[in-house]
């Protein structure tokens, strides 16, 4: 069994500038409950996954890992909800939180309602939910190509 069939991913890092800005967001906006805090890191509890935060020029010093200190997070964490009315609910209760979305819940041609933000480094947020049909191009776990 291949590697990724055997470990789930347990944890999502965020390579951020500003720790202290980033915590608030995740704290205050999102409602994350902060678990560990230590210099240059911090990690959260959230609905069984942990999300950690890892600011850029720690990481850099620390570990020798080459960040680029300048760039936005390139990543986008998704949160699938169960219908479209709790996706819309979802969205009424962040925009109270002051969460600035780029624009409001619309459907998608990939046959998804969804709805986006960032996080203070351009680490992106989709909500999403799938429309009736479910999810396009399911692939038979048969018929996946081997490599």
């Not at 996706?87 to 780029?102: G, H, N, R, T």
Request: glycine share 8%; hydrophobic share 50%; with cysteine.
């Amino acid at each position: 069994m291949e590697f990724a069939q055997r470990h789930a991913i347990t944890d999502t890092c965020i390579l951020v500038r500003d720790l202290e800005a980033s915590i608030a967001f995740y704290r205050d906006k999102l409602g994350f409950a902060l678990q560990h805090r230590a210099p240059g890191f911090a990690d959260f509890t959230g609905a069984g996954h942990t999300l950690a935060l890892w600011e850029r020029t720690h990481i850099a010093a620390n570990t020798g890992v080459p960040v680029d200190l300048d760039a936005s997070a390139g990543l986008l964490i998704a949160v699938r909800l169960p219908d479209a009315a709790s996706l819309d609910a979802v969205y009424a209760e962040l925009c109270v939180k002051d969460v600035a979305f780029i624009r409001p819940p619309a459907n998608y041609p990939w046959n998804a309602r969804c709805v986006y933000f960032a996080g203070p480094d351009g680490e992106l947020w989709e909500l999403y939910t799938w429309l009736a049909g479910g999810a396009p191009g399911m692939i038979a776990p048969d018929a996946a190509p081997r490599q």
